[in-house]
């Protein structure tokens, strides 16, 4: 399981997210609306997962695991209004 509920405050996205844990990230945001999503150990998400995020605007905690959840997907986000903590290294994109 790569979407887990560690607590009511605190939804985990680990490893690699395939499409079916959009909809177990959407199940456990509606039982837990207070809950942050921490996707820290996330290597990649498709794109169904990134759009429960999305749409959901829930603060999320990183950055992301994944060099391309941070360089692209995580700039989208934030731009769209989702509450994304600046990178450790700043603005710039960080080179692995």
């Known amino acids: 399981m790569t979407v887990v509920l560690h ?3 605190t939804i985990r996205l ?3 997210c395939p ?3 959009g909809e177990v990230l959407l199940q456990h945001l509606l039982a837990n609306p207070q809950a942050e999503v921490d996707w820290r150990g996330c ?3 498709h794109a169904a ?6 749409v959901s605007r829930r603060p999320l905690r990183g950055p992301p695991a994944g060099p ?3 360089r ?3 700039p989208a986000l934030r731009r769209a209004g989702c509450q994304v903590p600046p990178s450790p290294q700043g603005p710039e994109v960080r080179k692995r």
């Not at 997962?49 to 999305?54: K, M, P, R, T």
């Open 49 to 54: 997962v990134i759009q429960v995020i999305l």
């Open 68 to 70: 391309f959840l941070e």
């Open 19 to 21: 499409a079916d844990d």
């Open 14 to 16: 680990i490893g690699t």
């Open 72 to 74: 692209l997907i995580e």
């Open 7 to 9: 607590d009511a405050s």
């Open 43 to 45: 290597e990649s998400a």
